[in-house]
């Protein structure tokens, strides 16, 4: 079955550093990956969107890769603020359509 | 601005009752997604509609979980009967299939049965 993994345990980095998260998943051929955040008590909000044919996306001071051989997504933050913490939640969307399906995500504390 | 509207935001009810969950999309958005949240399952699919129609709910509990769109503006998520393990954040979202860009989320609804 479809499987997509994230970091379970909480990435704690220091202000100014760069995070590094982590997204694989098995059994899946997505036509995009998004990378998504989430603060408590709201919902998902959209960050960047990596299509299949591109290796690397860049916005502002987040970048994604994209390896489909590998079926593995990095995501990394560079200098990293406290207000940068959150969830991030990688999710894949299908070729077939729109379906899009969601990791359990990675939490972040960046300490300031 | 252009946002997805859940209600009610939170809901309480017996254990054994119907709950219904009400979601506006964007307009002129044609996809609506429902995900159930859970710290042990994470955010899961249970269902999503293009142009109304159902495309995929093999996410989501038969027996006591029905999802609808009345028109374009409605999409309505019941729970007949509920039960305890159904407590979860509920959340829906829109986008648009043309795109496929990205899905935009409402503030979720959060159920707990008791």
């Known amino acids: 079955s479809q499987k997509i993994e994230q970091n379970s345990e909480a990435l704690n980095i220091q202000e100014g550093k760069t995070a590094t998260l982590t997204c694989n998943y098995t059994?899946?051929?997505?036509?995009?990956l998004q990378w998504y955040r989430q603060d408590p008590g709201r919902g998902p909000v959209f960050l960047l969107l990596?299509?299949?044919?591109?290796k690397e996306k860049r916005k502002e001071r987040l970048k994604v890769t994209f390896d489909t051989t590998l079926k593995q997504s990095l995501f990394h933050i560079t200098a990293s603020q406290p207000a940068d913490s959150a969830t991030y939640l990688c999710?894949?969307?299908?070729?077939?359509?729109?379906?899009?399906?969601f990791g359990a995500g990675t939490r972040l504390f960046v300490k300031a | 601005d252009a946002r997805v509207t859940q209600t009610p935001r939170h809901k309480v009810t017996e254990m054994g009752q119907e709950v219904t969950m009400r979601c506006q999309p964007i307009?002129?958005?044609?996809?609506v997604f429902w995900y159930r949240q859970t710290m042990m399952q994470g955010l899961e699919l249970l269902a999503y509609?293009?142009?109304?129609?159902?495309?995929?709910d093999s996410g989501m509990p038969k027996d006591r979980f029905s999802a609808e769109m009345p028109d374009a503006t409605l999409a309505t998520l019941k729970i007949q009967p509920s039960e305890p393990r159904d407590s979860a954040v509920y959340f829906c979202?829109?986008?648009?299939?043309?795109?496929?860009?990205?899905?935009?989320f409402g503030q979720g609804t959060r159920l707990t049965v008791v």
């Open positions: 990596i299509r299949e044919n591109e």
């Open positions: 059994n899946y051929s997505p036509a995009y």
């Open positions: 307009l002129g958005h044609n996809t």
């Open positions: 999710a894949l969307v299908g070729t077939g359509g729109f379906k899009t399906i």
């Open positions: 979202a829109s986008g648009l299939a043309r795109l496929r860009t990205e899905a935009f």
């Open positions: 509609f293009r142009n109304r129609a159902p495309l995929d």
